[in-house]
Nanobody, 124 residues
Framework: QVQLVESGGGLVQAGGSLRLSCAAS????????MAWLRQAPGNERGFVAA????????YLADSVKGRFTISRDNAKNAVYLQMNSLKPEDTAAYYC?????????????????WGQGTQVTISS
């Protein structure tokens, strides 16, 4: 089992940057694929980015490719989401999630563990 706590959200202007962090507890963090998903009011929770347990591969949603980067540090039990060139449509609650799987997943229901979320608001 793994517990997840996100941080780093806030209010920034369009074009700005934020770096989200997700701190994980437990000795088995390095065995989990990790992902970031986001949910805006009235919308379903949608995929943003995912990274394999060993960091060997990543996958990004088309809407964030070229702007966001996902990374992890297994020695620190942490996963990060670097967000650049932010747009108002990036406004949402961002959630960190974990799962054990043979491939990266983009569907929220495939993830077993979730953090409480951190709010990101982009002003125009």
């Amino acid at each position: 089992q793994v517990q997840l706590v996100e941080s780093g959200g806030g209010l920034v202007q369009a074009g700005g940057s934020l770096r989200l962090s997700c701190a994980a507890s437990g000795r088995t963090f390095s065995t989990y694929d990790m992902a970031w998903l986001r949910q805006a009011p009235g919308n379903e929770r949608g995929f943003v980015a995912a990274i394999r347990w060993n960091g060997a591969s990543t996958y990004l949603a088309d809407s964030v490719k070229g702007r966001f980067t996902i990374s992890r540090d297994n020695a620190k039990n942490a996963v990060y989401l670097q967000m650049n060139s932010l747009k108002p449509e990036d406004t949402a609650a961002y959630y960190c999630a974990a799962t054990r799987a043979s491939v990266l997943h983009i569907i929220a229901s495939r993830y077993s563990y979730w953090g409480q979320g951190t709010q990101v608001t982009i002003s125009s």
